[in-house]
Every structure is written in structure tokens, then in C-alpha cells.
């Protein structure tokens, strides 16, 4: 009769080739490198990639967080590993330093070291993989913690087998499956007592929060990854859902992202819709729901790096500038030309008064060139400026008049350009409409066609 060890034993070889394989985590021709503290956890991995044989690399590091015990698990390391023959990388950081330097936590600043180093080595020495030996219990805590802290659906899916070159093959099994395994397999290890201690967040609730749940539920770690399975699913739906909702009220018009305020409103939880789509922006959940409320009309928001503003109808989100925007112009020399900067973009070019009437996109504007005084200047609009628009019979009318007309909200009207023949005498606005005194006619002799193009990406 086989011995329970030996079962595990066997049960646990499998479900970690199977973990890989459905998951396509890596393949046997990948250049692996293996994260290593000593303990049983990161051990038992390189156990179970020998077994399997795949050629890997060891990185250990030490913190210098434990005085002697850190440096014999450094000992123990590369003893053990270069005895396999396995290359070996160990790095002795100056943890407390970097945390004080930084002002981070501990336990951040040695993720922060241990992350960048293996980075680099994995460019150094052309590793495809770094793995670690997490599995489904630091899943679970991972959960909590995340919990505790305050997070969004996002936090509910626990520990990913992989994010970028970072991969946790192990993450299928339970610490207690990995404990009876390392007692059959006698893969030897180093314990780690500051496990046992509580002053970490992580160790507490490992030690303290975790045993009371599997009081009140013996089977608690299996229903917990079960209930991590079901948050990952749902999560696909939420961003699935998000994602369908973002591509019908999101636009972006003349450099400036546009969200449909109706879209919005007519999704369930307005709020978290609007904060999954403003967040690239650097806007927190709070802002979102402060400017979900429909009183919010006309009100500016900030982040760190954009300005929203909450319109009748729509959100507009735009980069901050400095307040020489404003003041941008260039010169129009002659009959033909163009400009071009990152944002946008203008061609002028004499053309034929057949295509006046062939093409009267608001982008195009087809001025009579005897009528116009060069050189010309094309600039942003500014307050008191006024025209003749086509269609009041010769009527002067306000550009902020005009604006208020077309209900633009404040920042499409900041991204209107002029052009101005004479100092004062606008020829058109740039996009939208030509002035009455300077448009081509039947009758005119040369006709100079402008166009702007906007450059955004």
C-alpha cells in the first residue's frame, strides 16, 4: 500500500506540469530564472523543475534583516545550488537605507530591490521568465489584504500566475500540500522565524485572521480559491462591460477626450463606469463621484496632470497647458504654404473655383485671394473678437456669441483658431465657419483654399 507522502508526492508532480501547461506559463527552451530565499516554498519549485527538467538560473537575495540568519541562508543558497551546478546570483541591499531614503516600508522597499534586481538580470543574461515560488495560500492573503486596504474588483483576483516576466507556477497549491511534500521529497530548506511574528500585516493576518475563519468554515482555504475564481470571473465581466460602455461615450474631438454624459448616466453605477474611465487620467474615485452629480454642470476638475470639465452634455478631459497657449500664432507669407506642430496642422494652396463648391467640409476654407492682405496670421481667438459670418447679410456677430450658439463648452472653444487678414479682420474660424466679406464667389479670379488638420493621436 502507498504511503499518503507518496501520493501527494505524485498528485503534486502532476498538477504542477499540468498548472504550466494549460496556462502556457513557459516551455522547456525558456531561459528561466528562479527567485530563491531558502525557504520550503521557493525550494520545493526548483525541486519540481529538476524533476521536470528544465534548465534554470538561482537569484538570492539578502536584505541584511536578520543579521547572521540572512547571511547563512546566502550560504546555504550557494552551497546548495552550485553543488547542482546551477549559476547562482546573490545580492547583499541596504534595505533600511532604501526605506528611509524613499520613505517606503520595509516589506516595500525589499519588493522595490528584490524586483529591480531581478529586472536586470533578466536583461544582463537574456532570461525569458522570472519565477517565484508564491502559491495559493499567499493568493488568499493577498485577497485580505487588499480587502483591508480598500480596492475595486480589481483586488478580488489575488496573486496572478503571470504579470509581464514575472510567473508563479506554484500557485495552484496549498502551503499544507507543499509541507506534506517537502516531508516525502526531504528537499532540505531554511525557516524563516520572522514568519512567525505579527509585526508585518501580512504575517497577521496569515496568523491570526486566516485560523478564525477556518474556524467557523474547516474547508476555508478552498473556498476561498474558489471564491478568487469566481471574483477573476466576474472581473472579466466587469472589464468586459466597462470596455463596451467606454467605446459608446468616449471620443476624441480635436485633441480633447469627450465622454457622453448620456452613455453614462444610462449605465448601472454611473459612478464607478465614469472612475474606470477617467483613471488613465490620474483622477481618483472620490473626483468621480463628485462629478457624476448632475449639479456639477460648468464645475472644473484636476489631477495631477489634466483638467475635466463637466459640461450640459458632455465631460471633457484635456491635458494642463501653460497659459501661452493662448498666445500661439504664425505668420501666412503668401499664396501657398503650410504649418505643422504636434497638435496641428495647416495647408494653403491656390485652387480652382470648381471646388468651392464641390467640397464644403468645415476643415475647408475657400477664401478670395484679392480680397485678402498679406502677409496673414493665423492665432487662437480671444475675447471682443467678432465677424461677419455667412448668412447674417453683412451683421457683425460676437465669436463668443457665435460659440454660445453652437453650445461649444470651454475647452473646444480654447482650441479655435483664427485667421486674420488685417489686424482685427477675421477671415475665418478655423473649422467652423468663413467670414461674409472674404469668401469665394463666382466671380472671384484666384481662390485660396485653407485647410486644417488636427495632429492629435
Known sequence: MKSPFKVKYAILQKKF???????????????????????????????????????FSVAHCNFQLRGEEAEEDAVFVKKYFEADDRPVYIKTFDTIDYAKRYKVGIQEAARNLRYEWFQELSVLHNFKYILTGHHA??????????????????GFHGILPQNGKIVRPLLFALKRDLSDYAVYSRVPFREDLTNLSDKYARNLIRN?????????????????????????????????????????????????????????????????????????????????????????????????????LADRTYFYIKPITDETESEKSFEVAGLAGSWESTEIGFVWRVAGIEEVDKNKEPSNAYLDADRLKFPMRFRRWKAGD???????????????????????????????????????????????????????TTETQTVVKFTIEYKYP
Open 386 to 440: 467678432s465677424f461677419q459670418p455667412y448668412g447674417l447679410d453683412g451683421k457683425s456677430q460676437k465669436l463668443s456669441d457665435f460659440f454660445n450658439n453652437l453650445r461649444l463648452s470651454k475647452f473646444e472653444k480654447e482650441k479655435i483658431w483664427v485667421l486674420e487678414s488685417d489686424p482685427g479682420d477675421i477671415c475665418w474660424i478655423a473649422g467652423w465657419r468663413v467670414d461674409h466679406r472674404f469668401r469665394a
Open 137 to 154: 495560500n499567499d493568493s488568499i492573503e493577498t485577497l485580505f489584504l487588499n480587502f483591508v486596504k480598500g480596492t475595486g474588483i480589481h
Open 208 to 308: 491570526r485572521v486566516i485560523p478564525i475563519f477556518q474556524v467557523l468554515n474547516l474547508s476555508f482555504e478552498e473556498t476561498a480559491l474558489e471564491n478568487i475564481a469566481r471574483f477573476s470571473e466576474s472581473e472579466a465581466l466587469y472589464n468586459w462591460a466597462v470596455e463596451k460602455i467606454k467605446s459608446e461615450a468616449v471620443e476624441l474631438n480635436s485633441g480633447t477626450i469627450r465622454i457622453n454624459q448620456a452613455v453614462i448616466y444610462n449605465a448601472p453605477a454611473p459612478g464607478t463606469v465614469l472612475f474606470e474611465i477617467i483613471k488613465d487620467f490620474d483622477f481618483n474615485s472620490a473626483q468621480a463621484r463628485d462629478i457624476i452629480r448632475r449639479n456639477a454642470s460648468g464645475r472644473m476638475f484636476y489631477s495631477s496632470r489634466y483638467c475635466l
Open 17 to 55: 506540469r499540468k498548472y504550466i501547461a494549460e496556462r502556457q506559463l513557459f516551455r522547456k527552451e525558456d531561459s528561466l530564472l528562479v527567485a530563491v530565499s531558502g525557504g520550503m516554498d521557493s525550494m520545493i519549485l526548483c525541486h519540481l523543475l529538476s524533476l521536470e527538467k528544465y534548465q
